[in-house]
């Protein structure tokens, strides 16, 4: 019985990068497991491999996941971000034996977290996101994949070549950790002393920033663009929450900040770098999706 638990954090590894949803992958891990154990006992002796089992039935609950959480998506009030992950050293991968096919390809299991790789994923359709996350970055033979998705290995694996080509369109250098630090250090110090002509300088002048507010709390609906737009907007939110504090974490396995109110985690923003400026934020806010970051 030991074999089966001991597959618990590989799943909801699993499952967080299949849905973008701490809280999602914990309740189809949950479901996963209720399965299991709803087995006769002849039924669990009889499964030679418990952990494939496992993942089998977790990679399909998590499409079915996928395909409602898209209506449930277009429904949604602004903007969807994924859900934010505290330090990833607390969500390491377990690696399962590689695929020899396409291995130039192959995705890091740190790389997997990173909010804009998140992001590139919700723009997928379900069975691409299902296929290219099992492949490429946890390495599963097509083969086992088609059990999962309902499709045969080779449309399996055109599955996962169009979902390629989406991340390497959307995919920019990545800057080194101590760049990225020091920009984020850099733009918590200018967003604390509201200062407009700092925050654009380190600012792309094409930047964006999202924000997920769910309805729940103050957001900007749609992104705002620009770096000019970007700085005031700040400043101005600033304004409007004094005694905010801002503290340097790391946010989906990179320097990121988190405010807080009295104590309260009210936002955690993930960045993007690149060209020794910052391109993207990504501000959520919705308190649901800080449930993580607690206090």
């Known amino acids: 019985m030991s074999e089966p638990l ?9 499952g ?56 449930r998506r277009e429904a949604y009030v602004g903007e969807w971000i994924p ?26 299991l740190d790389e997997s977290v990173h909010m804009a790789f998140l992001v590139v994923l919700e723009s997928m359709t379900p069975a691409e996101r299902v296929a290219f996350v099992l492949h490429d970055v946890f390495r599963y033979p097509f083969a086992e994949i088609a059990g999962i998705v309902g499709r045969t290995p080779a449309a399996c694996r055109q599955l996962a070549t169009s979902a390629r080509r989406r991340v390497r369109a959307a995919r920019a250098p990545v800057a080194p950790r101590g760049e990225q630090a020091a920009l984020v250090r850099d733009f918590k110090q200018a967003w604390q002393a509201k200062d ?12 964006a920033m999202s924000a997920d507010g ?5 957001a900007a609906l749609r992104p705002v663009e620009g770096a000019e737009r970007i700085a005031q907007y700040l400043v101005h939110f ?16 990179r320097p990121g900040l988190v405010a807080q109110h009295a104590g309260v985690t009210v936002t955690v923003a993930a960045f993007d770098v690149t060209g020794g400026r910052l391109t993207h934020i990504w501000a959520v806010r919705n308190p649901a999706k800080l449930r993580a970051w607690g206090a």
Do not use: F, M
């Open 214 to 218: 769910g309805g729940l709390v103050g």
């Open 238 to 253: 600033a304004e409007k929450a004094p005694g905010l504090t801002l503290l340097e974490r790391t946010v989906n396995g």
């Open 196 to 207: 407009i002509k700092a925050l654009v300088g380190l600012l792309d002048p094409d930047a």
């Open 83 to 108: 859900e934010p992950l505290p330090d990833r050293a607390q969500w390491p991968g377990t690696s399962e034996p590689a695929d020899p096919a396409d291995p130039a390809d192959a995705v890091a």
């Open 16 to 71: 967080y990068r299949l849905l973008g949803s701490l809280t999602e992958a914990e309740d189809a891990v949950q479901e996963t497991y209720a399965r299991w154990y709803a087995l006769s006992p002849r039924q669990r002796e009889a499964i030679e491999s418990p952990g494939a089992w496992l993942t089998t039935v977790a990679g399909r609950i998590c499409l079915d996941v996928l395909g409602s959480a898209r209506v």
């Open 6 to 14: 001991s597959q618990r954090r590989h799943l909801i590894n699993l």
